[in-house]
Every structure is written in C-alpha cells, then in structure tokens.
C-alpha cells in the first residue's frame, strides 16, 4: 500500500505548479482524499479535500480559489492544482487517503500518506 507524490519544485510568485499523487496496492475509489503542508518550522496543516467520487470539495481558507483538487479513479490518482502561488504557500506537500466517503480536515482521520513533494515559490 504506497501514495507516491510528484510535480513539486520551484516556481515563482504568481506561478502555477501541478502535483500528482498515486495509489499502489489499494484502490482509491472508497476513499476521501486530501492534500496537506508543512512549512518550514511550522505544524502540518490541511489543505484540500475531495469525497470518493470528487463530488464535494474542501478548501483551507488560505488557498481557495487558487488550488483545486481533483481526481481520475480510472488511474488512481488525484491531483492538487496550484495558480497564483505565493511565498507562503512554499512547504512540503503530502497527500492522503481516508476509508469512507465524507470528508476529512483532520491528518489524524486520514489512513494511508504520501512521502511528500516539495513546492517552493520564491523569485
């Protein structure tokens, strides 16, 4: 059982930068899945949510109407996309998948992690 995420990098202020999260050994479609953060000195904090059907969505304050989350249970994987970066939204990204269909903010809800993807937006 493995989320394997991709796409960070550099980036800068203004950019836009698409992470990719893929599930191994299980199938996503049972899951709510979600993207956090954690920057540098700070406490990992949710970013986004989606249900198992990408039918409802969730948004930290601090990125809606930037980032959107979004999925393709045909390949396992769901995405995170990023526009109108900025320097605070640099930290290391996870992804996450919780059993069950409602929705999740809380890491300790969330069953399966990522090994994380770094995004860093700075010029």
């Known amino acids: 059982v493995q989320l394997q995420a991709s796409g960070g990098g550099l980036v800068q202020p203004g950019g836009s930068l698409r992470l990719s999260c893929t599930a191994s050994?299980?199938?996503?479609?049972?899951?709510?899945v979600g993207w956090f953060r954690r920057a540098p000195g700070k406490e990992r904090e949710f970013v986004a949510a989606?249900?198992?059907?990408?039918?409802?969505?969730y948004y930290a304050d601090s990125v809606k109407g930037r980032f959107t989350i979004s999925r393709n249970n045909a390949k396992n994987t769901l995405y995170l996309q990023m526009d109108s970066l900025k320097s605070e939204d640099t930290a290391v990204y996870y992804c996450?998948?919780?059993?069950?269909?409602?929705?999740?903010?809380?890491?300790?809800?969330?069953?399966?992690w990522g090994q994380g993807t770094q995004v860093t937006v700075s010029s």
């Open positions: 989606t249900n198992g059907n990408g039918g409802s969505t």
């Open positions: 996450a998948a919780a059993l069950g269909v409602g929705l999740r903010v809380g890491e300790y809800e969330y069953d399966y």
């Open positions: 050994g299980f199938t996503l479609d049972y899951y709510t």
